[in-house]
């Protein structure tokens, strides 16, 4: 089957484990080799074999995880970078210039939100944050000529809000800007921003994508050719782009997502229905809950409701720290979406750039990564950490 016949006719599993790669012409190599060169021999000057001149512009394992990624989220390019972030400020300078102003989700991710702070503020750019899952807020937020891009994330991180990309997506167009979906915390198998009206979907692929712990990377997968081409420019002139090693761990990861995201959603079911029980937990946040304020929005755009869990406790601060302490199968540690449970403090770690601003994240918060093991070993480390 053709690469276009993989991308137009496959479902999903079938696009994870073929698209963007035809077995090797010359060896029959099944997986795409890391190729580990900078450069490439020309034949008479200019004479480019399959367009490959320099790494830093194309290289060929980076081509196939593009072009996996790309089929994978139904858009018509995709950009691998050497991180979530490297992707994420590759495209706000790409498409923004000083003057401009962006509506940023309130309850972002930490970095996100350090990038637009403290790096894309100081060259001009403005932004405003909204909660994406209230429509009047974010449309109260757009400046129209003056906004460039909404960008959201739904599933938000950590709180797990919500937000209508249909929507959000007819807010932002009807200002003349573009809608950019952090679609991290769903994965491109959980939901497909792009058929949705979205234009640009990011990813950190250092989670779900990856699914292993094992490598930091980034993509940006967009569905029009212009913007594809300005994309492609500042892939290249900013130059932060995903090694060929990186590339061949995180194409390995996608060909697994499906059976993996399934497992992470079953197992996240479980901890919910025990955590929603427990005396010590306060309010449990899972878009799969019916109590959760987005769960009609999560059931219409997305598959299942993800592998994140966040959790309060009612002891305050020092009890969600030593629930964090105490779990021995869940480990403490930042980052998520990887085949092992991850426990970790929002308020402590991934989001302490935000404390003392308007995004700070109470300090009550636990959340989890809920990996592939067993459930009922999951559940019974929950337990005993919350005594
Ligand atoms: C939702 C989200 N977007 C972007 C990023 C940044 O990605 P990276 O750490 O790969 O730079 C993260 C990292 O945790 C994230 O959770």
Known sequence: ?????????????????????????????????????????????????????????????????????????????????????AAEDTLVRGLCRPGD????????????????????????????????????????????????????????????????????????HDVGALLVVDNTFASPYLQQPLTLGADVVVHSTTKYCGGHSDVVGGAIVVKDLDLAEKVTF???????????????????????????????????????DFLTSHPAVGDVIYPGLETHPGHEVAQRQMKRYGGMVSFRVNGGEAQALSVCERTEVFTLGESLGGVESL??????????????????????????SVGIETADDLVADLERALG
């Open 1 to 85: 089957m053709s690469e276009q016949q993989h991308r137009n006719k496959s479902g999903f599993e079938t696009r994870a484990i073929h698209a963007g790669y035809e077995p090797d012409a010359a060896t029959g190599a099944v997986i795409p080799p890391i190729y580990a060169t900078s450069t490439y021999k020309q034949d008479g000057v200019g004479g480019l074999r399959g367009g490959y001149e320099y790494s830093r512009s194309a290289n060929p394992t980076r081509t196939a995880l593009e072009g996996n990624i790309a089929a994978l989220e139904e858009g018509e390019r995709g950009f691998a970078f050497a991180s979530g972030l």
């Open 343 to 368: 426990i970790e403090h929002p308020g402590r770690m991934t989001h302490a750039s935000v404390a003392g601003t308007d995004l700070e994240v109470p300090a009550d918060l636990v959340r989890l």
């Open 101 to 172: 102003h962006v509506v940023i989700p309130d309850d972002a991710y930490g970095g996100t939100f350090r990038l637009f702070d403290k790096v894309e503020k100081v060259w001009g750019l403005e932004y405003s944050p909204a909660p994406v899952s209230d429509l009047e807020k974010v449309a109260a937020a757009v400046r129209p000529g003056e906004t460039k891009l909404v960008w959201v994330e739904t599933p938000t991180n950590p709180l797990l809000n919500i937000g209508d990309i249909e929507a959000l997506a007819a807010i932002a």
């Open 234 to 272: 500042h892939q290249n002139a900013m130059g932060a782009v995903a090694g060929p090693f990186d590339a061949w761990l995180t194409l390995r990861g996608l060909k697994t997502l499906a059976l993996r995201m399934e497992r992470h959603c079953d197992n996240a079911e479980r901890v919910v």
